[in-house]
C-alpha cells in the first residue's frame, strides 16, 4: 500500500465516522428534552416517596413516645417491666425517626427543587 491509498482509506474511514458521529449527536439533541422532563418527574417521585414513607414511620414513633411517657407518669413502680420496654421501644424509635429525617430533608428539597436534583443525578454527583 502507498501513502495515498492509505491517506485515502482513513479519509474514508474519518468521513464515515463523522457522519455516525452527526447522526448520534442529532439523536441525542432530540431526545435530551425529554430526557430532562424525565428526570426532573423521576426526582419528584423520589421525594414524595421518601415523605410517605418518612411519614410512615414517623407516626408510630410518636404514638409510642406518647405511650411511653403515659406509662411512665402512670406507674413510677413498674413492677411488670413495662416502662422499661415502652422506653427502650421509644428511644430506638426515637432513633429510627431521627435517621429517616436526614434523608426527610433531601426528599423535601426534591420535591422543592426537582431541577437540581435531577442534575446532580445526571452529573453522578448525588452518590
Not at 495515498?4 to 463523522?18: G, H, R
Not at 416502662?83 to 430506638?92: E, K, N
Amino acid at each position: 500500500m502507498t501513502d495515498k491509498t492509505i491517506a485515502e482509506v482513513l479519509d474514508k474511514s474519518i468521513d464515515k465516522l463523522s457522519g455516525g458521529a452527526t447522526e448520534v449527536a442529532k439523536t441525542i439533541k432530540s431526545m435530551a428534552p425529554h430526557a430532562w422532563e424525565v428526570a426532573v418527574r423521576q426526582q419528584v417521585l423520589d421525594g414524595i416517596v421518601w415523605c410517605v414513607i418518612w411519614l410512615v414511620f414517623l407516626v408510630p414513633t410518636v404514638v409510642v413516645a406518647r405511650v411511653a411517657i403515659r406509662r411512665f407518669h402512670d406507674d413510677k413502680a413498674d413492677p411488670d417491666g413495662t416502662i422499661s420496654a415502652a422506653l427502650v421501644a421509644g428511644f430506638a424509635a426515637l432513633l429510627l425517626s431521627m435517621a429517616l429525617l436526614m434523608d426527610g430533608r433531601k426528599a423535601i428539597g426534591k420535591i422543592a427543587n426537582p431541577e437540581y436534583y435531577a442534575a446532580m443525578a445526571i452529573l453522578g454527583a448525588d452518590k
